[in-house]
């Protein structure tokens, strides 16, 4: 079965240092897509960057970037430079193969506070 | 900012009333999905559209939650006679296509059901 694990229920950081978010998973499925969305305290969701299992290069999107450890079924969010507005709830999720879309399996996020 | 319009921000019913919320999906995204987020950050898909089709739907969502997609209006999700377990965050979420593209989220809409 599906699930999405993120042991850290909260995290903090002092502005410009790195935050690291970790999120391990479970599938039987090859191809599959690890997505980051951070969740402001309106409720909004915002996506940040996604993983494929079929790329072994960790990608990055301008301050984010992942650490990606296919073989362990394992992911870490890297934000570096943290800034305040970086504040919010990090949700690691994860998509599987299906015609039609797939809904996202979800882990129960992290809430990281950036201190000015 | 999100491009997925979801309406109202907020809605408080009693016990037994009816509860209906809205999304307009991000222009040119043909696939809607619906998910309950609940207090303890436990996210639960309900159903999801392509066009007007329906995809895929949990049982929950097919005793007392209708949904739909009608042609051009916006997506609806109605909840027939609410619970106090219905009490959540109902977010809204398009993508470009089906498989596993990125899904883009709306604000939301915050039941309370007192």
């Known amino acids: 079965a599906q699930r999405v694990t993120q042991v850290q229920p909260t995290g903090s950081s002092q502005w410009g240092e790195e935050v690291t978010l970790d999120c391990s998973y479970e599938?039987?499925?090859?191809?599959?897509?690890i997505f980051w969305y951070r969740q402001l305290f309106s409720g909004e969701m915002v996506f940040l960057i996604y993983?494929?299992?079929?790329?072994?290069q960790n990608q990055r999107s301008g301050r984010y970037s992942v650490v990606f450890q296919k073989s362990f079924k394992s992911i870490s969010l890297v934000i570096s430079a943290s800034q305040p507005e970086d504040s919010g709830t990090y949700f690691c999720?994860?998509?599987?193969?299906?015609?039609?879309?797939?809904?996202?399996?979800f882990g129960t996020g992290t809430t990281v506070s950036v201190s000015p | 900012n999100s491009k997925v319009i979801q309406t109202p921000r907020y809605l408080v019913k009693g016990q037994g009333q009816k509860a209906k919320m809205r999304c307009i999906p991000e222009?040119?995204?043909?696939?809607v999905f619906w998910y309950q987020q609940n207090k303890n950050n436990e996210f639960k898909f309900l159903i999801n559209?392509?066009?007007?089709?329906?995809?895929?739907q949990i049982d929950m969502t097919e005793k007392r939650f209708s949904a739909e997609c009608p042609s051009n209006s916006p997506c609806s999700l109605e909840i027939q006679s609410s619970e106090a377990g219905d009490s959540a965050l109902y977010l809204c979420?398009?993508?470009?296509?089906?498989?596993?593209?990125?899904?883009?989220f709306g604000p939301g809409t915050r039941l309370l059901v007192l």
């Open positions: 559209f392509q066009n007007q089709e329906v995809l895929q």
């Open positions: 599938t039987s499925e090859y191809f599959y897509r």
């Open positions: 222009k040119g995204h043909p696939v």
């Open positions: 979420a398009s993508s470009l296509s089906g498989g596993q593209d990125t899904q883009y």
């Open positions: 999720a994860l998509s599987e193969p299906y015609q039609g879309g797939r809904a996202l399996i």
């Open positions: 993983q494929p299992s079929f790329d072994t």
